[in-house]
């Protein structure tokens, strides 16, 4: 079955930190490049950070030089740390494979992320 718990999410001000956590379950995990993706209402959800089982990042150029992405391949587990966070960067953050369509594939619920000074 089919797990992705995503939590630490959050309201900072401008300039501040969040670090977020996913918890996978071993299929996903243990196969696919992971990646972090984002969405605010009535925009399609957006692909941020990925990463390989090898540890290979890629960002998107919005968030290169403040997130980092990594992972704990004996928990199972993706995180991402957002660094000098913008208001831009509100919206709903989702872990899953790198690969995973809106139509195709499980997700969770999300944790919130509110940049607002």
């Known amino acids: 079955q089919v797990q992705l718990v995503e939590s630490g999410g959050g309201s900072v001000q401008p300039g501040g930190s969040l670090r977020l956590s996913c918890a996978a379950s071993g299929t996903i995990f243990s196969i696919y490049p992971m990646g972090w993706f984002r969405q605010v209402p009535g925009k399609q959800r957006e692909l941020v950070a990925t990463i390989t089982r090898g540890g290979t990042t890629d960002y998107v150029d919005s968030v290169k030089g403040r997130f980092t992405i990594s992972r704990d391949n004996a928990k199972n587990t993706v995180y991402l740390q957002m660094n000098s966070l913008k208001p831009e960067d509100t919206a709903v953050y989702y872990c899953?494979?790198?690969?995973?369509?809106?139509?195709?594939?499980?997700w969770g619920q999300g944790t919130q992320v509110t940049v607002s000074s």
């Open positions: 899953n494979k790198a690969s995973a369509t809106m139509v195709r594939d499980y």
